[in-house]
């Protein structure tokens, strides 16, 4: 403990890499308890692109989740992959709930995203400093991924290579050319970093683990945590997306149960607590006697103007499903505002007033406990549990329910159906990614 606390009182925010065994008079009954102490694990650390939506960045897990679990196999090192807190996000509206530095714990499962990569959350990678009052936590390296400044060329080609920045960004020399780098840290006081940069990337994500090896260096014997984070993590793509280990990290992406409570037998939509023994048939699920559709709104009415209908045309696609499968709910999904969903309401009563229009709406003190990203959740649940779904083209949280009706085992014609834009009734279909185990 004494050589222990030596070694502490070195390690100051001027000298990162003075918790050594190298910085300690080694005593031969103290090595061994020593070497205990040597940090043997590397911890991955992300961020992404701050305007982006809950929905997409659960689509760069599965990439960065996939990442990892290939860099473990490359290196035989001991590599975990540190949860980004979440928050603040554009789309969740209400400002007076809690908004940044909400753990994954509070939507998803912890335990089953371990059983495809091991995983911690960000306060745990915080606490395995040890930190005395006042020193900074510092992740060794911190690289800024961007795109090639003269563009993709001619020919598509996987590279990587430090260059100066091509936009300002949140990171800072914080004291002078110290070389400790401040920055946004999801919102965090006192975490730095010792090392960043600007890294142009165009390719999959896997070509990080390359580079890795090839730059990356730590003290071999340290007691301190190895750590680097790559912000922007959405600039690289999925390595294989659709295959067996996009669906494996995308099946341990598992909602809490406990919140949503809404298994049912009589729909055969029963989960199998342990996602690694589950699996179903297309067709396997019945679902609920409801159309659930996904109405996206919102900024979407202008980024997508073509792909997105009217309301009107909405509410008359959607009686046409109605009677198409003898149905009379509509359990709606939607970003819109209360007088949008009105409207929507009044064009389905107007077209067959027997026709019911369902919303969750949880009231004031739900929404605290819950907050707006576990309302978006039990929306995309209820509408994973539906009998028929259809949703918003091209929309990450149209995605995700589609995935979870994969995973359900319902089948495709029933999974992969979007609105037409506009007033029309006719478009391409969907998309259609099957499972596969
Ligand atoms: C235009 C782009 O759209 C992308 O959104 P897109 O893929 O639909 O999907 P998300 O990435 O999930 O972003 C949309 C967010 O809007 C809210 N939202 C959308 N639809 C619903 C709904 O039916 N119910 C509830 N409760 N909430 C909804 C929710 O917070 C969701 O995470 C964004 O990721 C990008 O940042 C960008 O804005």
């Given at each position: 403990d004494e050589l222990i606390d030596q070694n502490s009182l070195t390690c100051d925010s001027k000298n990162v890499d003075s918790c050594t065994l190298s910085n300690i008079k080694e005593s031969s009954s103290s090595s061994s308890y020593l070497l205990d102490k040597i940090d043997k694990t590397y911890y991955f650390l992300y961020d992404v692109n701050?305007?982006?939506g809950f929905n997409l960045r659960r689509d760069v897990y599965v990439r960065i989740a996939n990442l990892v679990y290939n860099l473990r196999e490359k290196t035989n090192q001991e590599w975990i992959l540190v949860l980004p807190p979440i928050g603040p996000l554009y789309h969740w509206f209400n400002y007076e709930l809690k908004r940044t530095q909400i753990p994954w714990s509070q939507f998803f499962d912890i335990e089953s995203l371990n059983r495809f990569v091991p995983v911690i959350e960000f306060n745990d990678f915080l606490k395995?400093?040890?930190?005395?009052?006042?020193q900074p936590v510092v992740i060794d390296y911190v690289y800024y991924l961007q795109h090639f400044?003269?563009?993709?060329?001619?020919h598509f080609e996987e590279k990587v290579e430090l260059r100066t920045c091509n936009e300002e960004n949140t990171y800072y020399d914080y004291d002078n050319h110290e070389h400790l780098f401040n920055g946004?840290?999801?919102?965090?006081?006192n975490i730095r970093s010792k090392q960043f940069h600007c890294l142009s990337a165009q390719g999959f994500?896997?070509?990080l683990i390359d580079f890795i090896i090839k730059n990356l260096t730590w003290p071999s014997q340290t007691m301190k945590p190895k750590s680097v984070l790559f912000d922007r993590a959405e600039t690289l793509l999925h390595n294989?997306?659709?295959?067996i280990n996009y669906w494996r990290a995308r099946r341990s992406n598992r909602i809490r149960s406990q919140q949503l409570n809404s298994t049912d037998e009589n729909d055969r939509t029963k989960l199998i607590y342990d996602w690694t023994k589950m699996k179903r048939e297309h067709g396997a699920a019945i679902g609920g006697p409801y159309i659930s559709v996904h109405l996206r709104r919102r900024d979407y009415v202008q980024a997508r103007s073509k792909q997105i209908p009217s309301l009107a045309s909405a509410a008359k696609q959607l009686c046409v499903l109605l009677d198409k499968y003898q149905l009379d709910q509509i359990y709606l999904s939607t970003d819109a505002d209360e007088n949008e969903i009105q409207e929507f309401k009044t064009y389905v009563s107007n077209i067959n007033s027997t026709y019911r229009v369902i919303h969750y709406k949880p009231d004031k003190t739900e929404l605290e406990t819950i907050l707006d990203g576990g309302k978006a959740i039990i929306d995309q649940w209820i509408c994973a549990h539906g009998k028929y779904f259809i949703g918003s083209y091209e929309s990450t949280f149209t995605f995700r329910i589609q995935e979870d009706r994969e995973i359900f085992g319902f089948s495709k014609e029933t999974t992969f159906n979007r609105l037409c834009g506009g007033d029309s009734d006719n478009c391409e279909k969907s998309s259609v990614w099957t499972i596969v185990y």
């Open positions: 701050h305007g982006e395995k400093f040890n930190l005395q009052q006042n400044k003269e563009g993709w060329g001619e946004w840290f999801f919102g965090y006081d994500v896997n070509i294989d997306y659709g295959g």
